[in-house]
């Protein structure tokens, strides 16, 4: 583990309150640095609950909880604190190829757990297209990130867009996004920024779309969300470096940082 890695443990809880902290002060720090927060989504169960703290805000003393200095801005009557809405950038890391109705679309988990109760019109959703054709759908998610703040100029490092935050998954096998263990095309891809996978061995088993390595290395921060005790002791095994070979141990962010939550074993 290097110095740019920090692990949080705790209750699924305790573990969802500290997590939404930490996404409420990086998204008014980026928007105070630049003017707008680009954040990419995961989807699956497991971020339900962080969801739902990010979309009704925390109060300052639940920053204090986990010894964070909660952002000045966007302090409420009642002392909570939300998101800078106006000026976030939503995208997902990766999509199954279904339409944006079904149960089992990432996009579907957001829209009920995230974004329940909003006016649309208030948000900048960029939504991978899970309905269309997978290799269609993958370069026309990309060249939609090319046309938004996050992909374009001074935004790019190496001809990659650095997103804020990039929230993550863990899956039981040790994939992550989208990207799985034995797809060497996928894990070895180099220049584009979003691809299409093959049906998984996996639930639902469905092609899907999902950010490459490159895209995930180039965040400012990535953070792994796995409250599940069932997947403590495979994140662990990650963090200390004793599975190489899982995809989730190849995300290493080249100037950003790595964010743990796992649950207590």
């Known amino acids: 583990m290097d110095k740019s890695t920090e692990i949080f443990t705790g209750t699924p809880e305790e573990l969802a309150e500290h997590a939404a902290a930490i996404i409420i002060l990086e998204a008014w720090r ?5 003017g707008f927060f680009a954040m990419a989504l995961s989807g ?10 990010l979309r009704t805000g925390l109060h300052a003393s639940r920053f204090l909880r986990h010894d964070l ?17 106006n000026e976030c950038l939503f995208f997902w890391g990766d999509e199954r190829s279904l339409p944006p109705g079904d149960p089992r679309s990432n996009y579907r988990m957001a829209e009920e757990s995230l974004f329940h109760g909003m006016e649309a019109g208030g948000l900048r959703v960029y939504r991978m297209e899970g309905e ?9 998610y990309e060249s939609l990130i090319r046309q938004s703040p996050a992909g374009s100029g001074g935004a790019l490092r190496e001809g990659f867009p650095m997103f804020d935050l990039v929230l993550l998954g863990l899956g ?6 989208s990207l799985f263990p034995g797809n060497t095309g996928a894990l070895e891809e180099k220049s584009r920024w979003v691809i299409a996978v093959q049906a998984p061995d996996l639930e639902p088993r469905v092609p899907r779309l999902t950010f490459t390595l490159p895209v995930l290395n180039h965040a400012r921060t990535v953070l ?5 005790v069932e997947r ?17 141990s190849r995300v290493r962010p080249v100037q950003g940082r790595t964010l743990w939550f796992k649950a207590q074993p």
């Open 172 to 177: 039981p096998d040790g994939h992550t996004a």
């Open 232 to 248: 403590a002791s495979l994140a662990t095994s990650i963090i200390s470096g004793q599975r190489p070979e899982l995809p989730a």
């Open 224 to 228: 792994f969300f796995v409250p599940s």
């Open 69 to 85: 200095e909660p952002p000045k801005d966007g302090v409420q009557g009642d002392g909570t604190i939300g998101m800078p809405w």
């Open 44 to 53: 699956g169960n497991s971020p339900r609950a962080l969801y739902r703290l």
């Open 30 to 34: 980026s928007v105070s640095g630049q």
């Open 132 to 140: 269309k054709v997978p290799d269609t759908a993958a370069a026309a």
